[in-house]
């Protein structure tokens, strides 16, 4: 019988299955599950922060170099920029003087290589976008409630987890997951982008683990 594309896996859920359980162990790291039950402090966010200025500054950085990629563009929206929220956010939780204080950890180094290195990559950049993003809108509004709750944050000092100019999230991750599923990749690169996003979530899983390390 002939399968037709159509038939095929999205690359949406491609990366949703592909990635399930580098995801789940990502998750359930030991730092993060201490952070979201209230068992560390406020310093132990700021110190998530801090790296994920890093993170975001390098993902937002290339996105001139995407735009130039053919579709690239159809995955950038200027409502999902954060690395101004979290500069926001440093400033209040650490002070004016943050950028001469914050410092990136060796994982962080290396999430941001990865990063770089995606900039001429359709499916590698896709995936890391995937992964952040859609993150930040789905589990990271959990993340914020637990900030709230047990440390007191909010709404200054959190504002990375508030997409202002996106009201509703479902309807807007859906456009982006339509947008995931129209690019134009053959099988090579939606391999290439699913085994990305599987290393993206393990970068994400040894930042946790050199925050951790800090944050007993």
């Known amino acids: 019988m002939t399968i037709l594309a159509t038939d095929r896996p999205t690359l949406s859920s491609r990366l949703r299955e592909g990635t399930r ?3 789940e162990s990502a998750e359930s790291s030991g730092f993060i599950s201490r952070l979201m039950s209230g068992g560390l402090s406020v310093d132990a966010y700021v110190a998530l922060a801090s790296q994920q200025f890093f993170v975001y500054s390098a993902l937002e950085a290339i996105a001139d170099d995407v735009r130039t990629l053919p579709q690239g563009s159809s995955l950038l929206f200027d409502e999902l920029t954060r690395t101004p929220s979290i500069a926001r956010d440093l400033e209040h939780l650490v002070g004016p003087d943050w950028r001469a204080i914050v410092m990136p950890l060796p994982a962080t180094v290396r999430y941001v290589e990865a990063l770089e290195a995606s900039a001429t990559s359709l499916p ?3 995936a890391h976008a995937y992964t952040r993003y859609l993150g930040d809108l789905s589990g ?5 409630r637990m900030l709230e709750r047990h440390y007191g944050l909010g709404p200054e000092g959190i504002t990375f987890y508030s997409f202002e100019e996106i009201p509703k999230s479902k309807p807007f991750k859906d456009v982006y997951r339509e947008r995931l599923d129209g690019l134009e990749l053959d099988e090579e690169q939606l391999a290439e982008a699913v085994a990305e996003a599987k290393g993206a979530f393990r970068l994400n899983q040894d930042l ?9």
């Open 21 to 23: 359980e580098e995801h």
């Open 124 to 126: 590698r950049y896709a």
């Open 140 to 144: 990271g509004q959990i993340i914020k």
């Open 208 to 216: 946790f683990a050199d925050l951790g390390a800090q944050h007993c």
